[in-house]
Protein backbone atom coordinates (compact mmCIF):
# COMPACT_ATOMS: atom_id res chain seq x y z
CA UNK A 1 0.00 0.00 0.00
CA UNK A 2 1.26 3.63 -1.02
CA UNK A 3 1.68 6.35 1.77
CA UNK A 4 0.46 10.05 0.79
CA UNK A 5 3.14 11.65 0.09
CA UNK A 6 4.06 14.19 3.09
CA UNK A 7 4.72 17.58 2.69
CA UNK A 8 7.44 19.29 4.73
CA UNK A 9 9.45 22.44 5.41
CA UNK A 10 12.19 22.17 2.76
CA UNK A 11 13.89 26.15 4.20
CA UNK A 12 13.24 28.78 6.13
CA UNK A 13 14.48 32.16 5.35
CA UNK A 14 14.55 35.46 6.68
CA UNK A 15 15.61 39.13 5.83
CA UNK A 16 16.31 41.21 8.60
CA UNK A 17 15.88 44.70 7.12
CA UNK A 18 13.40 46.10 4.25
CA UNK A 19 14.88 45.02 0.96
CA UNK A 20 18.07 43.30 2.60
CA UNK A 21 19.38 39.90 1.95
CA UNK A 22 17.89 36.71 2.69
CA UNK A 23 19.42 34.88 5.66
CA UNK A 24 18.71 30.98 5.83
CA UNK A 25 18.29 29.14 9.18
CA UNK A 26 17.51 25.75 10.46
CA UNK A 27 15.01 26.81 13.00
CA UNK A 28 13.15 29.74 14.24
CA UNK A 29 9.82 30.56 15.98
CA UNK A 30 6.83 32.13 14.40
CA UNK A 31 4.72 34.35 17.01
CA UNK A 32 1.11 35.82 16.78
CA UNK A 33 2.81 39.26 16.80
CA UNK A 34 6.23 39.49 14.48
CA UNK A 35 5.54 36.40 12.35
CA UNK A 36 8.93 34.91 11.57
CA UNK A 37 11.34 35.61 14.69
CA UNK A 38 13.96 38.39 13.39
CA UNK A 39 11.97 38.97 9.94
CA UNK A 40 11.60 42.51 9.11
CA UNK A 41 8.14 42.09 7.55
CA UNK A 42 6.11 40.21 10.10
CA UNK A 43 3.29 42.27 11.58
CA UNK A 44 0.04 40.89 12.02
CA UNK A 45 -1.88 40.93 8.89
CA UNK A 46 -2.94 38.61 6.12
CA UNK A 47 0.88 38.69 4.68
CA UNK A 48 2.72 37.71 8.17
CA UNK A 49 4.80 34.77 6.68
CA UNK A 50 5.10 33.79 3.24
CA UNK A 51 4.86 30.15 1.66
CA UNK A 52 6.28 29.00 -1.43
CA UNK A 53 6.50 25.20 -3.14
CA UNK A 54 9.39 24.15 -4.08
CA UNK A 55 7.95 22.43 -6.85
CA UNK A 56 6.73 25.31 -7.88
CA UNK A 57 9.76 27.03 -7.91
CA UNK A 58 11.64 24.18 -9.90
CA UNK A 59 8.95 24.65 -12.63
CA UNK A 60 9.43 28.44 -13.12
CA UNK A 61 13.17 27.68 -13.27
CA UNK A 62 12.81 25.05 -15.84
CA UNK A 63 10.54 26.84 -17.78
CA UNK A 64 13.42 30.17 -17.79
CA UNK A 65 16.21 27.45 -17.74
CA UNK A 66 18.37 28.41 -14.77
CA UNK A 67 19.27 27.01 -11.41
CA UNK A 68 18.08 29.80 -8.91
CA UNK A 69 17.86 29.42 -5.13
CA UNK A 70 15.07 29.32 -3.95
CA UNK A 71 15.64 32.50 -1.49
CA UNK A 72 15.63 34.64 -4.61
CA UNK A 73 11.73 34.38 -4.36
CA UNK A 74 12.08 35.74 -0.70
CA UNK A 75 9.58 33.81 0.89
CA UNK A 76 9.86 32.63 4.38
CA UNK A 77 9.17 28.90 4.04
CA UNK A 78 9.68 26.54 1.60
CA UNK A 79 7.40 23.69 1.50
CA UNK A 80 8.12 20.13 -0.16
CA UNK A 81 5.70 18.13 -1.38
CA UNK A 82 2.49 20.85 -1.58
CA UNK A 83 1.71 22.93 -4.37
CA UNK A 84 -0.84 26.00 -3.91
CA UNK A 85 -3.96 26.76 -5.63
CA UNK A 86 -7.11 29.51 -5.39
CA UNK A 87 -9.09 26.96 -3.49
CA UNK A 88 -6.33 26.64 -0.66
CA UNK A 89 -7.25 30.21 0.85
CA UNK A 90 -8.90 29.85 4.17
CA UNK A 91 -7.21 26.69 4.80
CA UNK A 92 -5.06 26.32 7.76
CA UNK A 93 -1.51 25.21 7.56
CA UNK A 94 0.16 22.93 10.91
CA UNK A 95 3.53 22.96 11.92
CA UNK A 96 3.63 21.40 15.46
CA UNK A 97 2.23 23.64 17.45
CA UNK A 98 2.31 26.21 14.82
CA UNK A 99 -1.16 27.23 13.08
CA UNK A 100 -1.26 29.68 9.84
CA UNK A 101 -3.88 30.88 8.07
CA UNK A 102 -3.98 30.71 4.29
CA UNK A 103 -5.04 34.21 3.16
CA UNK A 104 -4.12 34.84 -0.33
CA UNK A 105 -1.35 34.47 -3.34
CA UNK A 106 1.62 35.77 -2.99
CA UNK A 107 2.18 38.01 -6.38
CA UNK A 108 5.67 37.95 -8.23
CA UNK A 109 6.60 41.50 -8.31
CA UNK A 110 9.35 43.45 -10.12
CA UNK A 111 11.97 42.28 -7.02
CA UNK A 112 11.71 38.82 -9.28
CA UNK A 113 12.76 40.41 -12.72
CA UNK A 114 16.02 41.91 -10.81
CA UNK A 115 17.06 38.70 -9.76
CA UNK A 116 16.69 36.76 -13.04
CA UNK A 117 14.84 38.85 -16.23
CA UNK A 118 11.74 37.00 -16.33
CA UNK A 119 11.02 35.30 -13.40
CA UNK A 120 8.00 37.48 -12.02
CA UNK A 121 6.26 35.81 -15.30
CA UNK A 122 7.43 32.46 -14.75
CA UNK A 123 5.97 32.72 -11.08
CA UNK A 124 2.68 33.96 -12.32
CA UNK A 125 0.92 30.66 -13.41
CA UNK A 126 -0.95 28.81 -11.15
CA UNK A 127 0.14 30.31 -7.82
CA UNK A 128 3.47 29.21 -8.32
CA UNK A 129 4.68 32.74 -6.41
CA UNK A 130 3.26 30.89 -3.30
CA UNK A 131 1.13 32.10 -0.71
CA UNK A 132 0.84 34.75 1.98
CA UNK A 133 0.04 33.89 5.93
CA UNK A 134 -1.57 34.98 8.98
CA UNK A 135 -0.48 33.51 11.99
CA UNK A 136 -2.64 32.43 14.57
CA UNK A 137 -0.75 30.06 16.83
CA UNK A 138 2.64 30.51 18.02
CA UNK A 139 4.92 27.52 17.28
CA UNK A 140 8.54 26.71 17.21
CA UNK A 141 9.89 25.45 13.12
CA UNK A 142 12.43 23.69 11.78
CA UNK A 143 13.91 22.39 8.66
CA UNK A 144 12.52 18.91 7.94
CA UNK A 145 8.99 19.22 10.46
CA UNK A 146 5.93 17.91 8.72
CA UNK A 147 3.44 19.70 7.03
CA UNK A 148 -0.08 19.55 7.51
CA UNK A 149 -2.96 21.22 5.62
CA UNK A 150 -6.48 20.90 6.28
Given amino acids: ?10 GIALRRQRRGPMLTVQSCAVSV ?9 GK ?43 ADVGKIVRIGD ?6 RETDPCQRMDAAHPGLQAALQPDWQGGVCCRVLVAGNIAVGDTIDIQ
Fill in 33 to 41: EHGVARDTR
Fill in 1 to 10: MNEPHIAKIA
Fill in 98 to 103: LRLEIT
Fill in 44 to 86: PGKRQVTLLSQEAWQDACLALGIDLAWTARRANILVEGRRFCA
